[in-house]
């Protein structure tokens, strides 16, 4: 990677989120299940090469709050001791929730992201059968983060990242740590509390914090004013029904109250969210979605059939990890792996308000791995192919991936977007997206029936204007 950084991808990216590289990154859910949290995986390198990293780019890492593997070190011990383990309290089982029992109306309104109920019976060393917490697989044990344990535990952790130079923590399935008899189980009100107590002892040690929540849009509103950072998750999908549909109004719709504190994407490791613009699952009545069902029920059958049937292989009931709340596919396979169209949607992510992120396939432009969903059949794995050193140079002269750079290059160098984000009234079939700071300006004009776009931009020799998809270097510096 670092060769990477200091190579064809110098000076491009001032930081890089690290997916877990913890021990083992090839357990049950590719690294997400750490049998220990501050141990790096010995075949990925140590903790030293990890601030050696740091001294090229800021690093942001995932802080797992909500479970830990079965396998590791604590549960092994609770495992062979029961409750005489000095770890009993930090696993969550399902007395620690519902001590009198719990009802078939309790139980059936725990929200979890798959099919079922979010528990595993258990055989342990010792010879007894406990009902475990399992929110994503029966080997992701919960934890109870407001135990002393689940403290402990935590804390070391950000002690371990302090010391290797971590600057940003990325908060995995935050949502889901708190467990409370008769709710929902995520995203309660108590949730938002740790989590605000969590980022307080974050900034103790000098980090800042990354929520990462798949949740209904206000919720999103809702975290970004109690910490530095959340995704904007809700972007993927919106500007996908924009372009399918040729409209904005949905989109302009969020931007116009989206968090500016934001990381926006329009991919990651997982998949392509829909949770995120739809009502919520909770409420719907009374808390509709950014995007009516027929809207996300065609944003999806669209997907579906740019890829030509690949999403639909990698997605629900088809894969092994059965996520309720996202479309497996690559970004550029969703749009029918059509340069333009993709480019397009990149320059508007690029021009929404917050950091952009870029995901190593999107990066690269890439397509579904069938290869790699035939071996694993999880579903997630379409989107995650290992390239070689000589891929990524071969990917590196495509057409759409020299463009994408030279709109990488521009957002980082153009004066314009240190400033204050404007979305002009515009009309439904153009979006209008620009940015100004002092003297300086650059606005992104889209006309949506014909899926054209063009950026100006003040410059050293005036005004310039260039097409999305025909950039000049020479034009791009300011």
């Given amino acids: 990677m670092r060769s990477q950084l200091e190579g064809p991808l110098r000076g491009f990216f001032s930081g890089v989120h690290l997916l877990p590289f913890f021990s083992p990154i090839d357990g049950a859910d590719a690294g997400f299940d750490p ?42 011990d609770f495992s062979e001791k029961g409750d005489a383990s000095k770890f009993a309290e930090l696993f969550l089982t399902f007395d620690r929730v519902f001590p009198r029992g719990a009802s078939e109306a309790q139980l059936l309104g725990i929200y979890r992201p798959r099919p079922g109920l979010p528990f595993t019976v258990m055989r342990m060393k ?25 403290v402990g535990y935590v804390g070391a952790i950000l002690e371990q990242f302090q010391r290797a130079g971590v600057r940003l923590i990325r908060l995995d399935a935050v949502g889901y740590a708190i467990k409370r008899a008769s709710t929902t189980c995520f995203m309660i009100p108590e949730t938002f509390r740790y989590i605000s107590q969590l980022a ?23 975290i970004a004013r109690q910490v530095d950072r959340v995704y904007d998750f809700a972007l993927p999908p919106l500007v996908l029904h924009t372009l399918f549909q040729k409209n904005a ?87 029918g792996r059509r340069d333009e169209e993709y480019l397009l949607a990149r320059a508007i992510q690029f021009f929404a308000p917050g950091i952009p992120q870029v995901y190593y396939v999107g990066l690269l432009a890439g397509k579904n791995d069938m ?27 495509r057409f759409v991936v020299r463009r994408l750079i030279e709109l990488i290059r521009f957002r980082n160098e153009h004066a314009a977007f240190s400033g204050d984000f404007h979305l ?11 940015w100004r700071a002092a003297g300086d300006f650059a606005r992104l004009n889209v006309h949506l029936p014909t899926l054209k776009a063009d950026i100006v931009c003040s410059s050293v020799e005036g005004q310039k204007r260039f097409s999305v998809t025909e950039f000049d270097v020479a034009e791009m510096t300011n």
């Fill in 35 to 76: 049998i220990d949290h501050t141990h790096i995986d010995p075949r990925l390198g140590t903790w030293e090469d990890l601030k050696k990293l740091g001294d090229v780019v800021e690093l942001t890492a995932d802080l797992i709050v909500n479970n830990v593997s079965s396998q590791s070190p604590q549960f092994e």
């Fill in 126 to 150: 010792n010879g007894e059968q406990r009902l475990l917490w399992t929110t994503f697989t029966p080997q992701q044990i919960d934890i109870d983060v407001e135990s002393e344990q689940g």
């Fill in 200 to 222: 307080a002892r974050a900034h103790a040690f000098g980090m800042e914090i990354l929520v990462e929540i798949h949740s209904y849009y206000r919720d999103q509103i809702e």
């Fill in 249 to 335: 109004r949905a989109l302009r719709a969020w931007l116009s109250m989206s968090p500016r504190n934001a990381v926006t994407v329009l991919d990651t490791h997982d998949g392509i969210g829909v949770i995120d613009v739809a009502a919520d699952a909770r409420d719907p009545a009374n808390r509709p979605g950014l995007l009516e069902p027929s809207a996300i029920d065609a944003l999806v059958d669209a997907i579906h059939e740019r890829s030509r049937g690949a999403s639909r292989q990698a997605t629900g009931a088809a894969a092994s990890n059965l996520d309720l709340y996202q479309v497996n596919c690559t970004f550029y396979d969703a749009l």
């Fill in 371 to 397: 290869d790699l969903l035939a071996r694993t059949r999880v579903g997630r794995d379409i989107n995650r192919h290992y390239y070689s050193t000589g891929e990524i140079r071969s990917e590196l002269e």
């Fill in 424 to 434: 002009p009234d515009c009309g439904n079939e153009s979006l209008v997206m620009e």
